[in-house]
């Protein structure tokens, strides 16, 4: 049994998602909306982050659709707890499809931070990983720590997922940092930066 | 289920096939099992079963940004589930190509169906899809056409609605409500 003392959350999500994407590589970002959306933002705006300002609970599926039209490159869903536990069913639809270059990350602060701070069902012992490792996920990780969250890090790169980890940070307010908000433009400078067409 | 095939199953499949229709991501409805075999026989068709029909509308958007084509097949009480979601691709300009096979119409016994039979089409159009319909068998290839045109070329949520009538109440006689 751990000391519960020890799972007091001690990562500052802001400083999470910059570990994360340090060395970005060839890495595709899709970040849901929130708190989320402005710690990948102040990780450092880039034509392959695509943010979701809206369409709550739909993060893990635009990485879905990204990941197997990508093979060859890894992608990596950032979302919250609040977003994540809006579309649990695509844990599930992720899990029979197994795409490999597919990670997704969620920042859980327990909380709706930008709603007034109520607490989410995480708060309550809601365990988003043990979901994940229910439906299928074959590679699943609980992130509390510094060391832990180095683990991590390469790991999301590695194409042996799908990969889902749920990285436990301190509640704290909102920290705005807004991107560019206009949906057609993320698009299309996404889609110029990969080179798609059609 | 129905053992007659129809054939506005494989004018749909055909219309998809012409269009470089990739993925073909659906909740299954008995309406759509013929086209749906055959899309799962077509190597050149990925087959997604989803949970909820808003997976869908997340999921092609997604693939969209990574260069591929997509189709979401559902009920029409399937589009209830997706209407908040529909604004990722009126927001962003996704193309999104939605098959709808429609119940709660002609005939329906179970009245259970009747609200988004009744509804699908106006939520859909004040939601900003642009929606066609298909009363009449023999219209199902260019209706689907057309929609999928507008929706690649002019990247836009289209939907198309495929009347109970032309579905026919056979292939719910033996279905299980």
């Keep these: 049994m751990r000391n519960p003392t020890t799972l007091k959350p001690l990562l500052n999500s802001r400083a999470a998602v910059g570990a994360l994407l340090v060395e970005r590589g060839d890495l595709l970002v899709v970040s849901s909306l929130s708190s989320t959306l402005y710690d990948l933002a102040a990780a450092g705006d880039n034509p392959l982050n695509f943010y979701l300002w809206g369409g709550m609970g739909g993060a893990i599926m635009v990485g ?13 869903v950032l979302t919250g707890d609040g977003e994540m536990l809006m579309g649990l069913g695509g844990l599930a639809t992720i899990a029979v499809q197994r795409p490999k270059n597919l990670s997704i990350v969620v920042i859980d602060n327990e909380h709706y931070a930008e709603t007034g701070f109520q607490e989410s069902h995480t708060a309550h012992g809601c365990d988003l990983p043990g979901i994940a490792a229910s439906a299928g996920f074959p590679s699943v990780h609980s992130v509390r720590t510094e060391p832990e ?4 890090v ?10 889902f980890a749920a990285i436990k940070v301190t509640a704290t307010p909102p920290s705005f940092l807004l991107p560019p908000n206009d949906g057609v433009y993320l698009k299309n400078r996404f889609r110029a930066a990969l080179g798609v067409k059609s | 289920m129905n053992s007659e095939l129809q054939s506005w199953p494989d004018d749909i499949h055909r219309v998809l096939s012409q269009e470089r229709i990739r993925n073909v991501v659906y909740v299954p409805d008995a309406g759509h099992t013929q086209l749906i075999e055959r899309c ?3 190597s050149s068709m990925r087959t997604i079963v989803l949970t909820t029909e808003e997976e869908g509308i997340a999921m092609l958007a997604g693939a969209w940004l990574g260069g591929e084509r997509g189709v979401l097949l559902m009920q029409s009480s399937g589009v209830g589930n997706c209407i908040n979601m529909i604004s990722v691709p009126t927001v962003c300009r996704f193309p999104m190509l939605m098959l709808v096979t429609m119940r709660g119409e002609w005939g329906e016994f179970n009245p259970w169906q009747i609200p988004m039979g ?10 900003g899809v642009l929606v066609h319909r298909i009363d009449r068998a023999e219209d199902t290839a260019e209706t689907v056409q057309a929609a999928a045109r507008i929706a690649f070329n002019s990247d836009r949520a289209a939907a198309v609605l495929i009347a109970q009538r032309v579905i026919g ?3 719910f006689k033996a279905a299980p409500q």
């Design chain 2, 40 to 42: 799962h026989a077509d």
């Design chain 2, 169 to 171: 109440a056979k292939a």
């Design chain 2, 118 to 127: 009744q509804n699908a089409g106006p939520i859909l159009e004040r939601a």
């Design chain 1, 154 to 163: 390469p790991l999301i790169h590695r194409s042996a997922g799908p990969l």
């Design chain 1, 149 to 152: 969250l180095a683990e991590l």
């Design chain 1, 64 to 76: 879905l659709g990204l990941a197997l039209a990508q093979p060859s490159r890894p992608v990596l």
